[in-house]
């Protein structure tokens, strides 16, 4: 169930009564599958949406979510704090995406949006392939490097192979 109301005449995305956390992604979700419900493909387009393309293996470009065509977003009548996580901005950049509630109520909105317009998947392994390449690696390799735990380990094999076996 959405987590918001849409107004096509008002041009709204209504915030649910009770509701104080949601996602952008989430409410681009919604409208898409309530575009597709009766007639509301008449109203004018709420969003566009950019990012989320690939530019390595593990590495996309952040989605980012505008509202377009004056549609505007209102939450719940009632004093609370919302925080609406990821990138949500008013096409154009220029106004707050959010309208003031109709009665007099103190809502405090909290746009969380990424700090970089890169997602990074890290794709490192899982536990027993981390354990392979790291405790599996030929300790030969660090010949030449001093000062790292790999030629400490080394130091280590040579230097007790010199201590005399007793029985």
Known sequence: MADVTFDGTAKLVIINTGITEVD???????????V???????????FRTTGGDPVSAQVRISAYFF???GWKMRSWEGNH?????????VDGGAEFPFVPTIGNWTVLVTLQVSPQSQTV?????TAEEVKEVVWGSDLDEYDTQDDTAGQDIKDIKRNTGLIPATL
């Open 67 to 69: 509202l377009t065509n």
């Open 81 to 89: 704090t919302l925080t609406v996580n990821g990138n949500l901005f």
């Open 24 to 34: 952008s992604a989430d409410i681009y979700s919604w409208w898409k599958e309530w």
């Open 121 to 125: 998947s890290t794709g490192i392994g």
């Open 36 to 46: 597709l419900e009766s007639d509301n493909a008449k109203y004018l387009s709420a």
